[in-house]
């Protein structure tokens, strides 16, 4: 008789809902607003690919998947279609998805004559040959661990117990169970197939996607380079992934042995050095995307080569690593406290390191104002003092964070508990405050003479990228931890009709779970965005306050 389940309404619209917040998102960055498709925007375009799709291919939430657990643990586990598809299915369609929208959001041509180029694109000419041979050996291994699990024996949990043999020794006997071999190597091998064919056809749209009429044939092909390259490391750390759980699974000692406590998961080892070998094999660059005759500065930014106010400016990155890495430290020492006061104590770590990060951004603006400062030299401003990639992810980091609080809250009002969701709120709110002094710096800031023309712009977009990257983050990040630390509270609103049945006071919920870890981990990359420290063109000079008052 076949296999029968059927996937709440939920989580199909879930992803429908995201693919167009997706989409969204890539046409804002590739098809900016007043400007159009530039080099530039097609390069901040392809990365913004990259880190979505990376963000899409946790495999996290399927690690167990096939174990039989011999105490109840938090979420479900992974035995039946129902929790399994979910948990393998939108990683593995996510990742594909995320990068063929990369494709697709790709503005049509706009002028009334298009040059055609009568030759075939195929996908050989154009893909990166080390990286694909990589690609398939990391395919072919995981494809080999699937197989080995094919041949292993499934086994019943018994809940562990200690066993004592001699006075003051003591054995430990029993554990967690397994599905049969054949059902979790059905499981993984499917979705092997699914990634390498989904790899293949999206590998087919990128070779054979119209070509950009604001970049020339070469450059053409290298943005096709680049992308395979992004899509390759992805699906490779993905194939990686699955060897990973198939490694668990087969490491998972019989409970029925004596001394079955001590295993090693070689293929998560393996799965390890595969990720970051992928994030150390960069794309190519399109030359195009850099700083080119007209809007390179009179002197170049390198260091040896900067106005002393720039180097200040590029020094501050260190100190604000070391500024969010001090609260870190101290939260290590005080982790029995933060424990006891969970998502409250964790939303006050998270706005310490904002607040001291955002405190030594506005020092450096007071700093570089009282060292360099002058009021004779007019003040000039950015006209696009943050890009539209990260604009766009701050406002949808407050939307998310905004959601997230209300339901929270609102659960928590059903259950009757404690509202804890209220020191967020309030923690958050500071984090906002904190950020006012360093806009009103940057803005307010004298100009600093005898820097290149559109320099000084610079300077105050770069304190304005930070800063709103700062608020950005920090609100990803707490909406992660709402999300983990409450999940009961949106099982009180949801209702277990929302996620399969699930019971609202059995514990917590993966979906949820999940959903605050790929916040967490779009938290940490969202802190991490890089400055691009070029010159944009300044908005006319605000004028001088003497200036006005003459007049």
């Known amino acids: 008789m076949p296999v029968q389940f059927t996937l709440p309404p939920l989580l199909l619209l879930g992803p429908l809902l995201a693919a167009v917040v997706v989409y969204a998102l890539l046409r804002w960055v590739i098809w900016a607003p007043g400007t159009g498709t530039s080099p530039q925007s097609v390069s901040e375009h392809g990365l913004w690919v990259g880190v979505i799709g990376w963000l899409a291919s946790s495999l996290q939430?399927?690690?167990?998947?096939?174990?039989?657990?011999?105490?109840?643990?938090?979420?479900?586990?992974?035995?039946?279609?129902?929790?399994?598809?979910?948990?393998?299915?939108?990683?593995?369609?996510?990742?594909?998805?995320?990068?063929a929208l990369g494709q697709i959001s790709y503005p049509g041509p706009r002028r009334a004559r298009r040059q055609a180029i009568l030759a075939v694109r195929r996908i050989r000419d154009f893909v990166p040959r080390r990286l694909a041979w990589a690609t398939a050996v990391?395919?072919?291994?995981?494809?080999?661990?699937?197989?080995?699990?094919?041949?292993?024996?499934?086994?019943?949990?018994?809940?562990?117990?200690?066993?004592?043999?001699?006075?003051?020794?003591?054995?430990?006997?029993?554990?967690?169970?397994?599905?049969?071999?054949?059902?979790?190597?059905?499981?993984?091998?499917?979705?092997?197939?699914?990634?390498?064919?989904?790899?293949?056809?999206?590998?087919?749209?990128?070779?054979?996607r119209r070509q950009l009429e604001s970049l020339d044939a070469a450059d053409n092909a290298l943005l096709r380079t680049i992308a395979m390259n992004r899509l390759l490391r992805t699906v490779a750390t993905v194939a990686a992934g699955l060897a990973a759980i198939a490694g668990n699974y087969a490491t998972k000692p019989d409970p029925a042995l004596p001394l079955s406590t001590s295993w090693m998961?070689?293929?998560?080892?393996?799965?390890?050095?595969?990720?970051?070998?992928?994030?150390?094999?960069?794309p190519p660059r399109l030359a195009a995307a850099g700083l080119g005759a007209r809007n390179?500065?009179?002197?170049?930014?390198?260091?040896?080569?900067?106005?002393?106010?720039?180097?200040?400016?590029?020094?501050?990155?260190?100190?604000?690593?070391?500024?969010?890495?001090?609260?870190?430290?101290?939260?290590?020492?005080?982790?029995?406290?933060?424990?006891?006061?969970?998502?409250?104590?964790?939303?006050?770590?998270?706005?310490?390191?904002?607040?001291?990060?955002?405190?030594?951004?506005?020092?450096?603006?007071?700093?570089?104002?009282?060292?360099?400062?002058?009021?004779?030299?007019?003040?000039?401003w950015p006209r696009q003092p943050v890009s539209p990639a990260l604009l766009t992810t701050a406002v949808l980091a407050l939307l998310v964070?905004?959601?997230?609080?209300?339901?929270?809250?609102?659960?928590?009002?059903?259950?009757?508990?404690?509202?804890?969701?209220?020191?967020?709120?309030?923690?958050?709110?500071?984090?906002?405050?904190?950020s006012l002094p360093a806009f009103l710096a940057a803005r307010l800031r004298q100009s600093v003479p005898g820097l290149p023309a559109g320099m000084d712009a610079a300077l105050r977009a770069i304190t304005i990228h930070r800063t709103v990257r700062t608020l950005a983050a920090a609100l990803t990040a707490q909406a992660a931890i709402l999300l983990l630390t409450h999940t009961q509270a949106w099982a009180a609103v949801l209702g277990p009709a929302?996620?399969?049945?699930?019971?609202?006071?059995?514990?917590?919920?993966?979906?949820?779970?999940?959903?605050?870890?790929?916040?967490?981990?779009?938290?940490?990359?969202?802190?991490?965005?890089?400055v691009r420290m070029t010159a944009r063109t300044p908005a006319a000079p605000a004028p001088h306050p003497d200036r006005e008052h003459s007049a």
Do not use: K
């Open 265 to 282: 998961n070689l293929a998560g080892l393996a799965a390890t050095v595969v990720l970051l070998a992928m994030w150390c094999w960069r």
């Open 498 to 530: 929302a996620f399969a049945g699930t019971d609202p006071a059995g514990g917590p919920w993966w979906q949820v779970s999940l959903a605050g870890a790929v916040l967490g981990a779009a938290a940490t990359v969202i802190a991490v965005i890089p």
């Open 61 to 99: 939430g399927a690690m167990n998947l096939g174990i039989i657990p011999a105490t109840p643990v938090p979420s479900a586990p992974l035995l039946t279609p129902e929790a399994i598809v979910p948990a393998l299915g939108w990683p593995v369609l996510g990742c594909l998805a995320v990068h």
């Open 296 to 380: 390179r500065p009179e002197s170049g930014l390198a260091v040896g080569r900067q106005h002393p106010a720039a180097r200040l400016v590029s020094s501050l990155g260190a100190l604000l690593g070391l500024a969010a890495a001090v609260p870190l430290v101290g939260a290590v020492f005080l982790s029995p406290v933060l424990i006891a006061a969970a998502g409250p104590g964790l939303a006050c770590v998270v706005a310490l390191m904002a607040g001291a990060v955002l405190l030594v951004i506005a020092a450096g603006e007071l700093l570089l104002q009282r060292n360099y400062g002058t009021p004779e030299s007019p003040r000039s």
């Open 401 to 434: 964070f905004v959601v997230v609080l209300v339901f929270t809250a609102r659960g928590q009002a059903l259950l009757g508990g404690e509202p804890d969701w209220i020191p967020a709120a309030l923690l958050t709110a500071g984090i906002g405050v904190t």
């Open 138 to 208: 990391i395919f072919l291994g995981a494809a080999v661990c699937v197989a080995w699990t094919a041949t292993l024996p499934g086994f019943a949990a018994a809940p562990p117990v200690s066993v004592g043999e001699e006075p003051y020794t003591y054995q430990s006997a029993g554990g967690d169970g397994r599905l049969p071999g054949p059902d979790v190597a059905g499981w993984l091998g499917g979705a092997l197939l699914l990634l390498a064919g989904g790899t293949w056809l999206v590998l087919r749209l990128i070779a054979r």
